[in-house]
């Protein structure tokens, strides 16, 4: 179908702003402008039941997280939601996606820990990697203090942080835990090589990032090519896929990120592993960050997927 009106009207006026490329700025700069776009973007934040930012004391040292307590489960011991944020592994952070886990946390009926892990240049692959794995770690060792049931874990993110997700899914299975009942994976980047048709085709148009960004962020992330063909970088290029947990996968008819995402679902379901692969037609690249219709709809499946998986 075509654009959505609502996320035609957003392109429009992203265009109108006429930012700068982001291959031909800083991460600092890049930082700053993504900051001041949430800014304008977020309305009044959803109310949970509370908001606490604590230090993650982890085996790679402390990590800031945030953790949301949903309304109306006062006097329960609810599943836990271990969320890590987009932004290419540049850019993001807790304020960025905070009304993102504050909808998750209410929608789910569990507590969300929100994990601020170390971005890029500053700290390349496998920072993220082991700093999320360290921070899903302490997330069960601390199930007690926190109030949840380590019994009935998720991981989940959005674009780089659903790369972060399905990577800890992988890792965690591979290292014997910690035991990962679900993986929600929003819009996802799973395939570092770039050669599919969305990537190539949708660069630079609907809100996409171009080519020359798409290097831009990569160059940050790794250290060399060849880490690209990595599969904890690119777990698409995982060549065993069995034994994961089940999966909700979110994609967007006019994400470059579409293609990697569904195949990613396929390979999932040939490997013997429940997955639902839900795309949202004429919506884009981080479509439930905006106050668009489809995106409260999302939300609400991706909720009734979460709450049916850590019930």
Do not use: C
């Amino acid at each position: 179908m075509a654009l959505h009106p609502q996320v035609q009207a957003h392109l429009e006026r992203l265009a109108a702003v006429n930012f700068a490329g982001l291959h031909t700025v800083s991460p600092e700069q890049a930082r700053a402008g993504a900051r001041r776009l949430t800014a304008a973007s977020v309305g009044v934040p959803e109310r949970v039941e509370e908001v606490t930012d604590r230090i993650a004391e982890t085996a790679v040292g402390p990590l800031a997280v945030r953790i949301y307590r949903p309304l109306g489960v006062r006097e329960e011991v609810p599943g836990v939601v271990v969320f890590f944020h987009g932004g290419g592994f540049v850019l993001g952070d807790l304020d960025s996606h905070d009304a993102l886990a504050r909808a998750l946390a209410n929608g789910a009926g569990s507590v969300v820990v929100s994990v601020d892990y170390p971005l890029s240049p500053e700290a390349k692959y496998p920072a993220a990697v082991d700093a999320g794995f360290a921070a899903t770690s302490w997330v069960v060792d601390n199930a007690a203090d926190l109030g949840v049931d380590a019994g009935r874990l998720a991981v989940a993110g959005d674009s780089a942080g659903g790369n972060l997700a399905a990577v800890l899914a992988l890792k965690a299975r591979d290292a014997g835990g910690p035991a990962i009942a679900f993986q929600l994976l929003i819009y996802p980047d799973l395939d570092f090589r770039r050669t599919n048709f969305t990537i190539t085709e949708y660069a630079g148009k609907y809100g996409n990032v171009s080519r020359e960004a798409q290097e831009w962020f990569m160059d940050h992330y790794l250290t060399t090519a060849e880490q690209r063909l990595d599969p904890r970088v690119s777990p698409l290029l995982e060549p065993d896929l069995a034994g994961l947990p089940p999966a909700f996968i979110v994609t967007a008819e006019y994400d470059a990120l579409r293609d990697e995402g569904e195949a990613y679902g396929r390979r999932l379901a040939d490997a013997g592993v429940p997955a639902t692969v839900r795309r949202y037609d004429g919506m884009i690249h981080e479509f439930l960050r905006h106050p668009f219709d489809d995106a409260k709809n999302a939300v609400g499946d991706i909720t009734e997927a979460l709450r049916e998986a850590l019930r």
